[in-house]
């Protein structure tokens, strides 16, 4: 939360989701998006901040069309199969991006708290989402980084300068935070799991057991720290 809250308090201006304009050629324009619309939920999805918005449509994989609920003139208004421009975010897989400027918010005190708060929250729900992607399968491994490729990582945010850094710097810290939550053997989440089925049994799970549990999963986690190492050396993606 410190960390996006220095991003937020050090970036110059901060993005609203209301449409200032549409780029030269924008689809959007013709299925019903007006300028002046300010977008609250995109396929569902409730729209909070800007951030939120651009996950939205980069999470729609192979359709060039959402259904967005936008304000106008303090009217809720459902546009539904609203079209964009697409662009390959892997091979044969396809999203699509705002074809619109936004207006910036006023960077007043409550507005970047509102920002920082928000932020945090996308950041811990694109987590949870890319890994629920992993198990389904419309992410792959390949996504995954581990210390060769999130070094890479930084060494090209550094040359962004340090806006970069602060959004990488804050991004890894709340993967790590969400990722040791998460109900597996060896990690926090996994002891969360076991103290949890104490209280349902009344009583403790035998030591040896639940010893050998997180043994197996530190080794598991280990051998994917492995796989990914040797992913990041040998088929980057950068």
């Not at 459902?78 to 390959?88: A, D, I, N, S």
């Amino acid at each position: 939360f410190i960390v996006t809250a220095i991003l937020v308090f050090s970036s110059p201006q901060l993005p609203s989701t209301t449409v200032a304009e549409f780029n030269d050629g924008a689809v959007s324009s013709s299925y019903g998006l007006e300028v002046g619309d300010s977008i609250i939920e995109v396929n569902g999805k409730k729209i909070n901040i800007y951030m939120d918005m651009s996950a939205a449509f980069s999470r729609t994989y192979g359709s060039d069309s959402v259904n967005i609920t936008v304000l106008r003139n303090g009217e809720e208004i459902e546009l539904t199969g609203v079209k964009f421009e697409t662009y390959e975010v892997a091979e044969g897989m396809y999203s699509i991006y705002p074809d619109f400027k936004v207006y910036a918010k006023e960077k007043t005190f409550l507005n970047t708290v509102h920002e920082t708060f928000f932020r945090t929250i996308s950041f811990v729900t694109l987590t949870y989402e890319f890994f629920g992607d992993l198990i389904t399968g419309r992410a792959s491994i390949q996504y995954l980084s581990g210390p060769v490729g999130t070094s890479e990582v930084i060494a090209e945010a550094a040359r962004s300068g340090w806006d970069s850094i602060l959004y990488l710097i804050a991004l890894i810290t709340i993967n790590l935070g969400v990722v040791n939550m998460l109900p597996l053997p060896a990690l926090d989440g996994g002891r969360f799991v076991f103290l949890l089925i104490e209280l349902i049994r009344g009583k403790p799970i035998n030591q040896k057991y639940e010893s050998v549990i997180h043994l197996i999963g530190m080794a598991l986690l280990l051998l994917l720290m492995i796989v990914i190492t040797f992913k990041d050396i040998f088929f980057p993606i950068y």
